[in-house]
């Protein structure tokens, strides 16, 4: 069965610093990966998408994500953070062919100027 | 291109009533899945719905329900609410090709209290 673990509830970074979210997934097939952000009251955004070839995938906002086979990790990465990526992150996995994305638990990213 | 839309954005019912969200896609999309937000359970799938069929099921039960239009347009019904329904239901929508795996764009969803 599909499942994802965000392992960080909080983050606080300071503006300008970079940032790693964590995500590690269990899926017995390629899986196929998304980060989504939420900001408080929003729905959900898409960032990135990983479905296969270059493991490192470049997303919209200055987000990138490196799929980890190995590790069975997809980490989003932001080399300086913006005030206005303060929000709610969600790594979700997905299958071919069946549209119910797997969501991890979210991290709440806060900024400090 | 207009995004997914969600009506209403805020409800407010009592226990016991029933309530109807809807959700139109986004234009030449024909997927439609619906998705529970709390606090506790987290982003959970409850149902897709493809060509006016339902394609996909969570792990819902009963009262949960759907249906799609034919311009694709979905509705989702919660009958006999309970407190623990109180939660933010968002809608997603993709072009539904079969096999392929999809992006999936969200609405704003709409934001449920059960009093």
């Known amino acids: 069965a599909q499942s994802v673990t965000q392992p960080d509830i909080h983050i606080t970074v300071s503006e300008g610093a970079s940032l790693e979210l964590r995500c590690n997934y269990s899926y017995g097939a390629t899986p196929y990966l998304f980060w989504y952000v939420q900001s408080p009251g929003q729905g959900l955004q898409l960032l990135l998408k990983?479905?296969?070839?270059?493991?490192l995938v470049q997303g919209i906002k200055g987000f990138e994500a490196e799929f980890k086979r190995s590790q069975s990790s997809f980490n989003l990465r932001k080399p300086s953070v913006h005030w206005s990526d303060a929000a709610e992150y969600f790594c979700a996995v997905g299958a071919t062919g069946a549209n119910n994305l797997f969501f991890g638990t979210g991290t709440r990213l806060t900024v400090i100027p | 291109k207009a995004g997914v839309t969600q009506t209403p954005r805020y409800l407010i019912k009592t226990r016991g009533q029933q309530v109807t969200l809807s959700c139109s896609p986004i234009s030449g999309h024909r997927s439609v899945s619906w998705y529970q937000q709390t606090p506790g359970q987290g982003l959970q799938f409850l149902f897709e719905?493809?060509?006016?069929?339902?394609?996909n099921k969570g792990n819902f039960p009963g009262r949960f329900s759907g249906r799609q239009f034919s311009n694709s347009r979905s509705e989702m019904n919660v009958s006999t609410l309970e407190l623990g329904d109180s939660a933010l239901y968002l809608c997603?929508?993709?072009?539904?090709?079969?096999?392929?795996?999809?992006?999936?764009?969200f609405g704003p969803g709409t934001r449920l209290l059960v009093l």
């Open positions: 990983y479905f296969s070839g270059d493991t």
């Open positions: 719905y493809f060509s006016e069929t339902q394609r």
């Open positions: 997603a929508s993709s072009q539904g090709l079969a096999g392929e795996l999809e992006t999936q764009y």
